[in-house]
């Protein structure tokens, strides 16, 4: 079956990093542009960074800009968010997304928390 397992969210210090992985089976992962969203609570959920087919491409949303950054290994199927000078505002649950563009089929994991504290 398909799925997209987040992992390597946690308890972090503003100023702090984290990397988080999506792990993705069940699919020929190296076909599907990657995204990372965020939702924390009473907000909808936020694009924050996508990464085309072969990794030639980046976006980041501003808020993040210069600060996290999107990679992946197709090879391994996983796509990764690098964290960096992590703020309060970053606290949320992070999902990663698969979206397929011939077929327009699109994965969602389940998702894996932040939380950025003193």
């Known amino acids: 079956q398909v799925q997209l397992v987040e992992s390597g969210g946690g308890l972090v210090q503003p100023g702090g990093s984290l990397r988080l992985s999506c792990k993705g089976s069940?699919?020929?992962?190296?076909?599907?542009?990657m995204k990372w969203f965020r939702q924390a609570p009473g907000t909808e959920r936020e694009l924050v960074a996508g990464?085309?087919?072969?990794?030639?491409?980046?976006s980041y949303a501003e808020s993040v800009k210069g600060r996290f950054t999107i990679s992946r290994d197709n090879v391994r199927s996983t796509v990764y968010l690098q964290m960096n000078s992590l703020k309060l505002e970053d606290t949320a649950i992070y999902y990663c997304?698969?979206?397929?563009?011939?077929?327009?089929?699109?994965?969602w994991g389940q998702g894996t928390q932040v939380t950025v504290s003193s």
């Open positions: 997304k698969a979206e397929g563009q011939g077929s327009n089929v699109e994965y």
């Open positions: 990464i085309t087919i072969d990794g030639g491409r980046k």
């Open positions: 069940g699919f020929t992962f190296r076909y599907y542009v």
